[in-house]
């Protein structure tokens, strides 16, 4: 009997003792996560083995999981404020002549009143586009952006994209070439995606890279398809080739009326949207050549 008693109070010893234990780690973790909201960076201490250790690595995680997602929010904020800070200046660049060759064409007597209107109109298209790449922009980050994937020919569909281009490149005095193949390769994408991706690509080489020639070439390489877009404007500084797709980003001399550094921005994202991949290799007084991949449909037939 008296065996029985002692084997009970060692028991119960035991238990009180694994009891205080908890609640001293309890009041440990009590008192770090205060201290956490004072110093973010604080890691809780890990003693020994077993189940509270492993509760405390996780507490760890967890926390240092939120603080990347911080950093992340941080930067985004920052982005933002950097982005509403350009359109500033992006939006009243145009509309400030806007307003200016309309109060101009009130006048009875302005003159020449049809070349006022023409440049009126040209600075509203620079408003109608830049509203249209920030409302882009904003329905990617807020991932409202819905996608109708289907198969296309992309031969077929690059050819009546580029189309489009060709009196706008003719007015600029752009001179064109393509060596798109008859052959039909078929690739999953949205429409209206991959039409948005080749038209920024377009853009910005006519409006930041000064080209006066533009070249598109479409290959099938191992299962893939290669769309180049190479144009030979003014080449992209080796320094900002890491950071061209990046939002808000501008490269020296890239800032134009309608610049914004959302245009490649948008692109990388629709692009990766679809499986696919983007990249851009330029070479001073050679080409600048934008090249997009997207995985190539399997014949089904």
């Known amino acids: 009997m008296t065996g029985w008693v002692i084997v009970l109070l060692l028991i119960c010893v035991g238990t009180l003792g694994y009891i205080v234990h908890i609640r001293r780690q309890l009041a440990e ?3 770090y996560l205060k201290a956490v909201r004072e110093e973010p960076q604080r890691k809780l201490f890990v003693r020994g083995d077993g189940l509270l250790a492993e509760i405390n690595f996780e507490l760890n995680d967890i926390l240092a999981e ?11 904020e920052a982005a933002n404020r950097q982005l509403l800070t350009d359109l500033s200046h992006d939006v009243r660049t145009p509309l400030a002549s806007l307003t200016g060759y309309l109060e101009a064409l009130k006048n009875q007597d302005a003159a020449p009143r049809d070349e006022y209107i023409q440049v009126a109109y040209r600075k509203a298209l620079d ?10 922009w904003f329905k990617l980050e807020s991932r409202e952006q819905l996608y109708q994937p289907a198969d296309y020919d992309i031969n077929e569909l690059t050819r009546e994209i580029l189309i489009g281009y060709i009196p706008q490149w ?3 005095r752009i001179s064109f070439a393509t060596d798109i193949p008859d052959e039909e390769w078929h690739v999953r994408i949205d429409r209206a995606a991959y039409t ?3 038209g920024n690509i377009l853009s910005n080489a006519v409006q930041h890279g000064n080209c006066t020639r533009i070249e598109v070439t479409t290959e099938c ?3 893939r398809v290669r769309i180049a877009i190479a144009n030979d404007g003014d080449a992209i ?3 900002s080739l890491l950071f061209i797709f990046d939002r808000l980003y501008k490269g020296d001399g890239a800032r134009r009326e309608c610049g914004n550094g959302l245009g490649l921005a948008i692109a ?6 679809m499986s696919g991949e983007i990249s851009v290799t330029s070479v001073p007084g050679g080409q600048t050549v934008f090249s997009l991949t997207f995985p190539l449909q399997e014949d089904k037939n």
Do not use: S, T, Y
């Open 268 to 273: 990388k994202e629709l692009v990766c949207a």
């Open 66 to 76: 939120n603080r990347r997602q911080l950093v992340r929010l941080h930067k985004a």
């Open 237 to 239: 500084p080796a320094d």
């Open 29 to 31: 973790w009590r008192a």
């Open 127 to 136: 408003l109608e586009a830049l509203i249209d790449m920030l409302f882009q």
């Open 170 to 172: 003719e007015n600029a």
């Open 196 to 198: 948005r991706v080749i």
């Open 221 to 223: 390489v191992q299962g």
